[in-house]
């Protein structure tokens, strides 16, 4: 039981609780049920044309459906509408791509200028790449890195 309960036991949960509740549904419908029938005279009957059944099936299909409508409202219909560029989800691929085009575009704008800021703040300055794990500027660097040290 234990391995089941691991691997089902979400499944076993809520099928648990939606028995329970129908049952109570019908124990407590039939109840109003028998006391609707006794107000009008009548022998309360599960089956037949004015039996309990009816009024349980439609009671339950009824809130079936009410249950079902909202779920396929507030989730299918969410679902497909916010692939669809809906209000809901403004922020589409297109308008993501196009901000990152415009804010890649400003960047490539803005490199050159930065680099001679750079520079301007240290003109003595250079960019030397390093070729050991011994850096041009006497400290320890990883291969292939750059560094900015003075000349």
Same mark, same amino acid.
């Given at each position: 039981?234990?391995?089941? +309960?691991?691997?089902?036991?979400?499944? *076993?949960?809520?099928?648990?609780?939606?028995?329970?509740?129908w049952m109570l549904q019908t124990l407590l419908g039939w109840g109003e049920f028998v006391t609707e029938q006794t107000a009008l005279g009548e022998d309360p009957q599960v089956l037949g044309p004015n039996?309990?059944?009816?009024?349980?099936?439609?009671?339950?299909?009824?809130?079936?459906?009410?249950?079902?409508?909202?779920?396929?409202?507030? *989730?299918?219909?969410?679902?497909?509408?916010?692939?669809?560029?809906?209000?809901?989800?403004?922020?589409?691929?297109?308008?993501?791509?196009?901000?990152?085009?415009? *804010?890649?575009?400003?960047?490539?704008?803005?490199?050159?200028?930065?680099?001679?800021?750079?520079?301007?703040? +240290?003109?003595?300055?250079?960019?030397?790449?390093?070729?050991?794990?011994?850096?041009?500027?006497?400290?320890?660097?990883?291969?292939?890195?750059?560094? *900015?040290?003075?000349?």
């Amino acid at each position: 039981m234990s391995r089941r +309960w691991k691997t089902h036991g979400l499944s *076993i949960t809520v099928g648990t609780m939606f028995v329970a509740a129908w049952m109570l549904q019908t124990l407590l419908g039939w109840g109003e049920f028998v006391t609707e029938q006794t107000a009008l005279g009548e022998d309360p009957q599960v089956l037949g044309p004015n039996g309990y059944l009816w009024s349980w099936g439609r009671a339950t299909f009824e809130n079936w459906q009410s249950e079902f409508l909202q779920v396929f409202v507030f *989730i299918v219909l969410t679902t497909f509408l916010v692939h669809r560029r809906s209000h809901e989800s403004p922020d589409t691929d297109y308008q993501t791509e196009a901000a990152l085009r415009r *804010i890649e575009a400003r960047l490539a704008s803005l490199e050159g200028p930065i680099r001679r800021a750079d520079l301007a703040l +240290w003109p003595e300055a250079t960019i030397t790449p390093s070729r050991s794990r011994r850096s041009t500027c006497g400290k320890s660097a990883p291969a292939a890195t750059g560094r *900015i040290c003075s000349a």
